[in-house]
């Protein structure tokens, strides 16, 4: 005798065997296809499905989300570093070659003016590479790679396209020494170009300046005032540029002005020179021997 239990009867459903019950679920959902299909009406129901089903989507697809996010972030950062090392990379042999690119347009430049320069001059000359300068500060000497086996010799006049340079004081037969116009213990014979009132131009040691200590206090001379060579001593064939007046002080008491000038020529930024052999001069001049003192440069130079 059952206690207080109801007796249920299994429905006819439950009862039917499996390929039955498949068989009427797939009719079923072939009929509602159909009735979708044609007049949409479970669009709704599949809407609201959508909704309370949206979660469960998003916790389901997160893992492979969250990994696809990070494989594709740590390779688009690997492809970054990577393109940014090439650009950087590039970046530097372009401004390489800029740089080489803007030493050539100088050289030309430089080449340029110098061959201008021979044009003008109309001596005979040699083009001359400066290979190494004195680094001493209480002189200004240079070395060129042109020496006595090309025809250079002692006191020969060097220029470059804008004016007078030095002139050469040691013969090293494959290189040759050059003192500079602003040396101590150089000095040249000038004169105004303005009026042609002649005198000496001596050098300070400072490569931006000469002096003129032998123009007495009426001498006329005006700042601005180019000097050029003279002619005179031999050396330097007359008419070359050597500097312009900068300034002018009178000394109380002192019967001679202090004046400074300033070289034409580029002294300290210069790469190439000439190297000039005047046509009235039909021979070198002896050279002179290395173990000479500081002091016949002075005396050659003037």
């Given amino acids: 005798m059952a206690l207080n239990t109801v007796d249920r009867e299994p429905g006819y459903f439950r009862d039917a065997s499996p390929g039955l019950q498949v068989l009427l679920l797939c009719i079923v959902a072939i009929i509602l296809m159909v009735l979708d299909h044609r007049n949409e009406y479970l669009s709704g129901v599949r809407k609201s499905l959508s909704v309370l089903l949206y979660p469960v989507e998003l916790m389901v697809s997160a893992p492979f989300d969250l990994s696809r996010a990070v494989a594709d972030s740590v390779a688009t950062r690997g492809e970054l570093q990577a393109q940014n090392t090439r650009l950087r990379e590039q970046a530097l042999v372009r401004d390489a070659r800029l740089q080489r690119m803007a030493a050539l347009e100088g050289e030309n430049a430089r080449l340029r003016a110098l061959l201008d320069s021979t044009a003008k001059v109309g001596e005979d000359m040699l083009i001359a590479e400066i290979v190494s300068v004195d680094m001493n500060p209480f002189r200004n000497l240079i070395v060129v790679n042109r020496g006595g086996q090309d025809g250079v010799f002692v006191g020969q006049p060097v220029i470059d396209a804008d004016g007078v340079v030095g002139q050469i004081t040691r013969d090293r037969h494959y290189t040759a020494e050059a003192m500079l116009i602003t040396d101590v213990d150089h000095a040249i014979p000038v004169e105004i170009a303005r009026n042609r009132l002649r005198t000496i131009a001596v050098g ?38 050597v500097a312009t007046v900068r300034e002018i002080r009178s000394v109380t008491g002192q019967p001679f002005l202090d004046i400074d000038a300033t070289p034409v020529a580029a002294l300290n930024r210069m790469r190439e020179v000439l190297l000039i052999k005047p046509q009235d001069d039909p021979a070198p001049a002896e050279p002179a021997t290395n173990d000479a003192s500081d002091s016949e440069p002075a005396e050659e130079a003037a």
């Fill in 204 to 241: 300070s040691g400072e490569l931006d300046r000469l002096n003129l200590p032998f123009l007495p206090g009426n001498a006329d001379v005006e700042e601005g005032d180019l000097l050029i060579t003279s002619g005179l001593g031999g050396k330097f064939p007359p008419g070359y540029p």
